[in-house]
Antibody, heavy 121, light 108 residues
Framework: QVQLVESGGGLVKPGGSLRLSCAASGFTFSDYYMSWIRQAPGKGLEWVSWISSSSSYTNYADSVKGRFTISRDNAKNSLYLQMNSLRAEDTAVYYC??????????????WGQGTLVTVSS | EIVLTQSPGTLSLSPGERATLSCRASQSVSSNYLAWYQQIPGQAPRLLIYGASSRATGIPDRFSGSGSGTDFTLTISRLEPEDFAVYYCHQYGSSPETFGQGTKVEIK
């Protein structure tokens, strides 16, 4: 069965860095676009970034552009999010999710359980 | 950026009742690329509907989606106890993809 397992969250000071990982299993990882989505405490969902199946294309929300970098290693079935210059407003649960390929990218058909990132001094 | 506005913010209903949730877009959603998700507190979202009206794998037929252009609806025909949750719409037809703010369906 499809599984996505995030790791790497934690407490970091403003201006600091963190790298999130997402380990995928149960499907052919290299066939799918992948994404990071976040949810601030008690708030709604916010798309953060996506990456194409072969890493040729990426895109970012304006709120993280220039600070976050998405990448993947298809040989390791893993997705990553390098987060630099972190701010208090980046505090959230970060989910990795798979696009379902029903359209150009599609909807998110599988989600990980999330990893909490807290930015605080 | 397409803004999705969900209404109502909270829906108070009893098990067995019908729930009707609305998602209105600030511009037309390309190719009706509109999805609905259910989120139970402490859990990740779960895909219910994609392409405005197609049920995702394993989703019971009491969940249905409809609409086109700028107005979309999620209907739960008869609420089961496990359906009390927060529901989000998501448009993926235009960049950046965006989510609505959510509708909470609570037990009356």
């Amino acid at each position: 069965q499809v599984q996505l397992v995030e790791s790497g969250g934690g407490l970091v000071k403003p201006g600091g860095s963190l790298r999130l990982s997402c380990a995928a299993s149960g499907f052919t990882f290299s066939d799918y676009y992948m994404s990071w989505i976040r949810q601030a405490p008690g708030k709604g969902l916010e798309w953060v970034s996506w990456i194409s199946s072969s890493s040729s294309y990426t895109n970012y929300a304006d709120s993280v552009k220039g600070r976050f970098t998405i990448s993947r290693d298809n040989a390791k079935n893993s997705l990553y999010l390098q987060m630099n210059s972190l701010r208090a407003e980046d505090t959230a649960v970060y989910y990795c999710a798979r696009y379902d390929n029903s359209a150009y990218k599609g909807a998110f058909d599988y989600w990980g359980q999330g990893t909490l990132v807290t930015v605080s001094s | 950026e397409i803004v999705l506005t969900q209404s109502p913010g909270t829906l108070s209903l009893s098990p067995g009742e019908r729930a009707t949730l609305s998602c209105r877009a600030s511009q037309s959603v390309s190719s009706n690329y509109l999805a609905w998700y259910q989120q139970i507190p402490g859990q990740a979202p779960r895909l219910l509907i994609y392409g405005a009206s197609s049920r995702a794998t394993g989703i019971p037929d009491r969940f249905s989606g409809s609409g086109s252009g700028t107005d979309f609806t999620l209907t739960i025909s008869r609420l089961e106890p496990e359906d009390f949750a927060v529901y989000y719409c998501h448009q993926y037809g235009s960049s950046p993809e965006t989510f609505g703010q959510g509708t909470k369906v609570e037990i009356k």
